[in-house]
Nanobody, 111 residues
Framework: QVRLVESGGGLAQPGESLRLSCAASGSVGTIEAMGWYRQVPGQQREVAALIRPNGRAYYGAAVSGRFSITRDGAKNTVYLQMNNLTSDDTAVYYC?????WGQGTLVTVSP
């Protein structure tokens, strides 16, 4: 079992940046991929970014080129740097590690 604790959501204006953090604890040695999904109420959850232990990253089409995911293996933590935010990025962002999910953190982008 992996426990995930997220931080860093909040309010930003269009064009601004935010950084999310997700710290994993528990059975971290078995994690194959870790990262972030996001969900707008009434819509399906979609991948934002994932990263593997070897550092290889995958980005959803909507965020590619603006978001960057990194990981600190020593801290079992992943970070999502979100740049040039738009209102379309408004969503609840969920940390993901294999079959485990965080509680979600709200990101609101509004003038």
């Amino acid at each position: 079992q992996v426990r995930l604790v997220e931080s860093g959501g909040g309010l930003a204006q269009p064009g601004e940046s935010l950084r999310l953090s997700c710290a994993a604890s528990g059975s971290v040695g078995t994690i194959e991929a870790m990262g972030w999904y996001r969900q707008v109420p009434g819509q399906q959850r979609e991948v934002a970014a994932l990263i593997r232990p070897n550092g290889r990253a995958y980005y959803g089409a909507a965020v590619s080129g603006r978001f960057s995911i990194t990981r600190d293996g020593a801290k079992n933590t992943v970070y999502l740097q979100m740049n040039n935010l738009t209102s379309d990025d408004t969503a609840v962002y969920y940390c993901y590690a294999d079959a485990s999910w965080g509680q979600g953190t709200l990101v609101t982008v509004s003038p």
